[in-house]
């Protein structure tokens, strides 16, 4: 955890309340948390759930572990701590996005239970939604759509193994997860189905009138 530096600080609160922004962005905001293998297809279903919720006026938000890493988290690399500290700036975020009345669609390996944990602890239970994007190694590996396992093998093979998540460092899989998708079973949209619908019956979609 990041050590708070800064004592001469206060939280600023808004006038504007969960009720006014759930009527002007027909939500009730929470997190959608997709965690999984490199190549399991979170991405593909993030993309896919975002546009679903946007096409039924639903205001929601990709938060990519990859487009974070291209600036806000560019100083990061793969180490448990990094990794760490990669998690807890993007639960960070996606606290303001949810606050702001955002579905947010956060897509993250995030291979420790600890971290996803303090996510969820930080927003509270009723507002992280645990989805765990199953496909077993062999599967991601034979899709490898950029190229990364191949990358990480040739690396172990020549004694610099590179620390790649499902290889040669631990993916610890969600144990009770709100949503278990399995991805070598269910194609992309029997997935965004499973989670909108998950999302209505908990009532986080309101309708519009």
Known sequence: MAETKATNITWHPSKVTAEDRAAATHNRPCIVWLTGLSGCGKSTIAV???????????AAYVLDGDNLRHGLNSDLGFSPQDRAENIRRAGEIARLLADAGLIVIASFIS??????????QLVGPDEFLEVFVDAPVEVCERR??????????????????????GLDAPYEAPVNPEIHLKTDEQTAEQAVDVIF?????????????
């Open 111 to 120: 291979p420790y239970a600890a971290d996803r944990q303090r996510v969820r």
């Open 197 to 209: 619908n998950f999302l209505r019956r908990r009532g986080r979609l309101v309708e519009q009138r």
């Open 144 to 165: 490898d759509p950029k190229g990364l396992y191949k990358k990480a093998r040739a690396a172990a093979a020549a004694g610099k193994p590179l620390g790649f998540t």
């Open 48 to 58: 896919a759930l975002e546009h679903a919720l946007i096409a039924g006026g639903h």
